[in-house]
């Protein structure tokens, strides 16, 4: 229909034929009209068979996932789309479904895999020796190996933002409410607020690991705090209303932080301050290491994990 060869028409639309082929301007736009017209699509599978690439990134995310790695997700795949590639979604509900979705994506010639779950002992040997196997796996957190390509936030960091944020805010009782506080993500908010606190010359002694709402409350009440830092926004939350319902003011009496900067944080009152994992900046880090992989570049010359530095969003629990 363009009046071209099929070696034309593949560099065209294909981007076949290397730098020896070449194509006018007026040619090239005379088959991508003709292939509009056709409605012609490139048969994937077919270009698999010959050594292309699928275009497509697997991604992997646990059901105990949270709301902040699905809007991770969201943003991963602007950053895959803007490049040119497409996600392909497993959500894993028990731990034996990871070798399943594995060989799916094996089966469905996947280019590189992002983990958004942590990988950890929880994970059978079967899946760490899988994943060992599959090429460009970029991991979230924590890798299997200390040079693994992985990308984490500095939840420390922004603990430690949080803690001087509220002492400029003449806050002196400074609390840290964490649940499941034996998870690493946990463990380093913990490190964060011990190290400001001690480099503020502030005793480290208002912990507290558990169940969020009136129990937080008692936890408050009688250690006289006057600000505490909430492991996420969701229970921030929760701990924002079981206040409010003992009716202690916001932030006149006590100061609330969260972590997340979920919209839930809008849709109260007084609105959230919280700390801002910066998505958008780790999904293109993931996604870059994941591209670079596969497309042949160098990664970076560190080894080491990729850190993204939160950001702390002052609003009116401050």
Not at 165 to 193: C, V, W
Request: with cysteine.
């Amino acid at each position: 229909m363009a009046g071209v060869s099929r070696i034309v028409a593949g560099h065209v639309l294909l981007g076949s034929g290397g730098k020896t082929t070449r194509v006018g301007r007026a040619t090239a736009d005379r088959v991508r009209v003709a292939a509009q017209e056709l409605g012609y699509r490139p048969n994937q599978a077919a270009r698999q068979l010959k050594g292309a690439r699928s275009q497509t990134i697997g991604v992997m995310i646990g059901s105990r996932t949270n709301q902040v790695l699905y809007d991770r997700l969201q943003a991963i795949e602007r950053e895959a789309f803007e490049r040119g590639y497409r996600l392909m979604v497993g959500y894993v509900h028990q731990l034996d479904q990871y070798d399943d979705y594995l060989n799916d994506f094996q089966v469905r010639g996947i280019d590189g895999l992002i983990l958004l779950h942590d990988v950890g002992e929880e994970l059978p040997a079967s899946v760490r020796d899988h994943l060992a196997c599959l090429k460009h796996v970029v991991y979230q957190d924590f890798g299997p190996t200390p040079t693994a390509a992985c990308v984490r936030v500095d939840r420390a960091d922004g603990i430690r933002q949080a803690v001087r944020h509220l002492l400029s805010r003449g806050r002196r009782r400074i609390g840290l409410a964490l649940t499941n506080a034996t998870r690493p993500q946990m463990i380093d908010r913990q490190r964060g607020f011990a190290e400001e606190l001690a480099a503020q010359g502030l005793p480290v002694d208002h912990l507290r690991a558990g169940g969020v709402g009136e129990g937080e409350a008692e936890f408050i009440l009688p250690q006289r705090l006057d600000a505490v830092i909430v492991g996420n926004d969701v229970w921030a939350v929760h701990l924002l209303k079981a206040l409010q319902r003992r009716q202690i003011r916001v932030p006149d009496d006590l100061a609330i932080v969260g972590f997340d900067n979920l919209d839930l944080g809008l849709a109260v009152t007084p609105e959230l301050t919280t700390v801002d994992q910066e998505n958008a900046v780790v999904a293109y880090h993931l996604v870059t290491l994941v591209v670079n992989g596969i497309e042949g570049r160098p990664g970076p010359a560190d080894p080491g994990p990729v850190l993204v530095k939160p950001r702390l969003v002052i609003r009116q629990t401050t």
